[in-house]
């Protein structure tokens, strides 16, 4: 069983529409993230949740929005595409007790704007 | 603000010698220190990290980490490298867990293990 499932793993797009990313996480972790990771393998954090709660916004432009249904998904909606978008992102998640720190990540999303 | 530097974007090492890929870091509080590896079309994998205690951690795939306070580094090595090991490698960071909190990655360091 895939501990971080990502879907859909790759998605090319036309500028201007609107597309969603899927995030699952069965580990049972109350801490979920995305990160996008651009042509220089740079990884930035976009946004980070706890219990559905939003923890953390980076600047993003609003056209990124993010919804937590339950603790075990965290989807990322973008509306009106642009080029600059284009990048991968990874969906992450942590437990975040005094041991088990670590972030797990999905395969990641390879979304190409056209 | 938190921040990591891998002051290498590429280290080269013929198989079966040592390698050290260099992290140092920047935080206020204790620091959280994690490895991770990149493979090609591939997610992040979790190879070690250091909370507290010894200073020399043990992680996956025969990988090890060295924790020094007074440098503020934290390099990844390995005795002997395999061809295999050639990937993108992060390192990161960040404060004591406070929940939803980031990590903080450096820019990442490309080993390449030369056969």
């Known amino acids: 069983d895939t501990a971080v499932s990502q879907t859909p793993k790759y998605l090319v797009t036309q500028m201007g529409n609107d597309k969603s990313i899927k995030c699952e996480q069965n580990?049972?972790?109350?801490?979920m993230y995305w990160y996008k990771q651009d042509s220089k393998k740079f990884l930035k954090i976009m946004f980070s949740?706890?219990?559905?709660?939003?923890?953390i916004n980076e600047t993003v432009p609003n056209r990124f929005s993010p919804k937590s249904p339950d603790k075990a998904h965290l989807n990322l909606h973008i509306n009106s595409l642009e080029l600059g978008d284009s990048a991968v992102y990874f969906c992450?998640?942590?437990?975040?007790?005094?041991?088990?720190?670590?972030?797990?990540f999905g395969q990641g999303t390879r979304l190409t704007v056209v | 603000a938190q921040s990591v530097a891998q002051p290498e974007d590429q280290v080269n090492v013929a198989e079966g010698n040592p390698l050290t890929v260099k992290c140092t870091y920047s935080?206020?509080?204790?620091?959280?220190l994690f490895w991770y590896v990149q493979y090609p079309n591939r997610g992040l994998q979790f190879l070690l990290k250091y909370i507290t205690g010894d200073n020399l951690v043990k992680g996956s795939y025969g990988f090890e980490a060295e924790f020094n306070k007074s440098q503020t580094s934290f390099h990844l090595k390995k005795p002997s490298a395999l061809v295999s090991d050639s990937a993108l490698y992060f390192c990161?960071?960040?404060?004591?867990?406070?929940?939803?909190?980031?990590?903080?990655f450096g820019p990442g360091t490309r080993l390449s293990v030369l056969p």
């Open positions: 935080v206020s509080g204790n620091p959280y």
């Open positions: 949740y706890n219990n559905k709660e939003l923890i």
């Open positions: 990161a960071v960040r404060e004591r867990p406070n929940y939803g909190q980031n990590f903080v």
């Open positions: 580990l049972g972790h109350d801490t």
């Open positions: 992450a998640s942590s437990q975040d007790d005094e041991v088990n720190t670590e972030a797990f």
